[in-house]
């Protein structure tokens, strides 16, 4: 079956530092790949999104490519800020490459805490 | 910008009731889902709605759960008979033709 594996939080860094956070997926056919963000008592926001191999979605000065050859989709950012702390989710939809699934499969999720 | 809105945004509950969690689901979006996320746990998939009537359920998505869609605007989910593992976060999703799905802000859902 589907699955997201992302690494573990919390993750603590300070303010204009660079950010990566790890994720690996696999699926059985050609998935398309999100990152999805929570802020603290909010809900699940898309943040971007990638739909094909070596695609790079991006926004808000996040970025994530489409490594279709070690399965991955790491979200980085080159200078984060204190509004930046929340919870990022990566998943994974394989609805349009044939793998039938119509659901999203999450990862557990990756806490982020940034520090003035 | 349009979005998704649940209601209400916390409920407390017995073991054994029933409780309905409504949405209202991005005006011209098609698909509709359910997810959970227990506290502490991944996001869970458990159905997908498309032109009245479920196109995929998770096996969390068990007969003690129902999904209906009685206007054109309401998306709910029903538990029938809740139990303590009940206790979740659940969030309703919609989308148009591609794959995004959109969020809801999501109902804090507790069992007693």
């Known amino acids: 079956g589907n699955s997201v594996t992302q690494m573990e939080g919390p993750v603590t860094l300070s303010e204009e530092a660079f950010l990566t956070i790890n994720c690996t997926y696999t699926?059985?056919?050609?998935?398309?790949l999100f990152w999805y963000v929570q802020y603290p008592g909010e809900g699940l926001q898309l943040l971007l999104k990638a739909t094909k191999a070596d695609d790079k979605g991006s926004n808000k000065g996040f970025e994530a490519t489409y490594r279709k050859e070690t399965t991955s989709f790491h979200l980085e950012k080159g200078s984060v800020q204190v509004s930046d702390s929340a919870v990022y989710f990566c998943?994974?939809?394989?609805?349009?490459?044939?793998?039938?699934?119509?659901?999203?499969?999450f990862g557990k999720g990756t806490h982020l805490i940034i520090q003035p | 910008e349009p979005e998704v809105t649940q209601t209400p945004s916390h409920q407390v509950t017995q073991m054994g009731q029933e409780v309905i969690l409504r949405c209202v689901p991005i005006s011209n979006h098609l698909y509709f889902y359910w997810y959970r996320q227990i506290l502490g746990q991944k996001v869970e998939f458990l159905v997908s709605?498309?032109?009245?009537?479920?196109?995929?359920k998770s096996e969390i998505f068990d007969d003690q759960f129902s999904v209906e869609r009685p206007d054109g605007s309401n998306f709910t989910l029903k538990i029938r008979s809740t139990k303590l593992e009940d206790s979740a976060m659940y969030f309703c999703?919609?989308?148009?033709?591609?794959?995004?799905?959109?969020f809801g802000p999501g109902t804090r859902l507790l069992v007693l």
């Open positions: 709605f498309y032109n009245n009537e479920i196109s995929e």
């Open positions: 999703a919609s989308r148009q033709e591609d794959e995004t799905q959109y």
């Open positions: 699926a059985t056919g050609y998935p398309s």
């Open positions: 998943a994974l939809s394989d609805r349009g490459s044939g793998g039938g699934a119509d659901g999203l499969t």
